[in-house]
């Protein structure tokens, strides 16, 4: 007998997304389900952000259905998603710049979460966080204005798991930090998919996103284009060649 697939976290239907009178989603079905890692690549300008951003609830003209842990969250504000577990890192970080890296911390913390059917959900502490993120631990006191980039993207994550999230919508976390820092928040990936974690992300580095990546949804001009595994997608050279590379 064939094991029931895994219900979906986030099911999304025919989102269509505005900035001003341009519209930049058409249409846009993808979901997520629980424990696995998702991808939606992209190259500049494809809708990747602009989606994670629809599917937070902090664009002004948008439609179509987000569901999640089954709820209809379409018509909810981005704290309202937040506080059922929906977190958001965004690509420019918004680290608060005057207050210390363990300050910044306390600002994410949200109080323990349970899934539907009563069991517990991943729990963050700051300790659990240092030893994800060893820099951090090192530099508890420092303010984040005087952090590195790569050190700024790392506090962003951490403060977002502070709110103990059920999916983590991650944008762009390989943009603009150095190799080392690339090859640190793949690990940090690995480590919380290990461990149960949720996550989409949108990416344009391909090497990185089959690093880490259950499947893939591709987006070209606001579509949706590809979607299958990260397998699949390898076996793809046409489609990565018409959507993916430079």
Partial sequence: MNALPTPAL???????????????????????????????????GAGKSTTLKALMGM??????????????VSQQVPFQRARLGLG???????????LSVAENLEVGRQPERR????????????????????????????PGGQMSGGEQQM??????????????LLDEPSEGVAPVIVEQMAQMILQLKARGASILLSEQNVHFAEWVSDRAYVLEKGQIRFEGSMAELAADEAVRRAYLTL
């Fill in 10 to 44: 986030l099911e999304v239907n025919g989102l269509d997304a505005w900035y001003g009178a341009a519209q930049i989603l058409f249409g846009v079905n993808l979901n997520v389900r629980r424990g696995e890692v998702v991808a939606l690549m992209g190259r500049n």
């Fill in 59 to 72: 664009l002004d003209r948008h439609r179509g259905q987000v569901r999640f842990l089954g709820q209809d």
């Fill in 88 to 98: 958001f890192v965004p690509e420019d970080r918004r680290v608060f710049t005057h």
């Fill in 115 to 142: 899934w539907p059917d009563g069991s517990a959900a991943l729990n963050w502490t700051p300790p659990a966080l240092y030893e994800l993120f060893p820099n951090l631990g090192a530099m508890q006191g420092r």
């Fill in 155 to 168: 506090l962003t994550v951490a403060r977002t798991l502070m709110g103990n999230p059920f999916l983590i």
